[in-house]
């Protein structure tokens, strides 16, 4: 049985009032985010439709490290870790292999030599991974069920970020 698995993740922001007044805490960034962590079979492990739907401060892309660091418990020790993302996404440059395929030395800094964001996210998911011997090394979907999965960890961030923005909402103060 193999020791590789995959995490797909996706995070979406949250709608921001327009008649909000602008020092109001409804209107920092916030977001929600899904992921899936499957076997190398295609067996799901862990899915963060399990935990409640609730917002986190900061940026969207933010939700994705945080849905790494929340994935990493229900990944077995000494596994190889697939982060299923497109290119474009935040899982890229912290996670992109090396040429000879290793994991990324200096995940915290850009190829400009500028740090990423999340810093602190970041070095703690490496902390958590080196400390039970997991590697997290990001690619690119290659075939359509792991589009797909892509898709799905998609679809539960947004139904995350819908129910906690109901769940936000004050009811009605009707005379």
Not at 47 to 57: C, G, I, Q, V, Y
Not at 73 to 91: F, Q, V
């Amino acid at each position: 049985m193999s020791n590789e698995y995959q995490f797909y993740g996706a995070s979406k922001g949250r709608s921001v009032g327009l008649f909000s007044p602008a020092d109001d805490a409804s209107r920092s960034a916030q977001h929600a985010w899904g992921a899936i962590v499957q076997h190398s079979a295609g067996q799901t492990v862990w899915s963060s439709d399990e935990l409640p739907a609730e917002f986190t401060e900061g940026y969207p892309d933010k939700g994705l490290f945080w849905a790494v660091l929340a994935a990493l418990p229900h990944i077995p020790d000494n596994a190889l870790c697939w982060l299923i993302a497109k290119e474009k996404s935040a899982l890229y440059w912290p996670f992109k292999p090396t040429p000879d395929g290793q994991p990324n030395e200096t995940p915290w800094r850009k190829p400009t030599g500028g740090k990423n964001k999340p810093e602190d996210l970041i070095r703690e998911i490496y902390r958590q991974a080196a400390k039970r011997g997991i590697k997290l090394v990001w690619r690119p979907p290659h075939d359509e069920r792991e589009q797909e999965q892509m898709w799905c960890a998609d679809d539960l961030a947004v139904s995350r970020r819908d129910a906690a923005e109901e769940a936000s909402k004050e009811p009605d103060n009707e005379f």
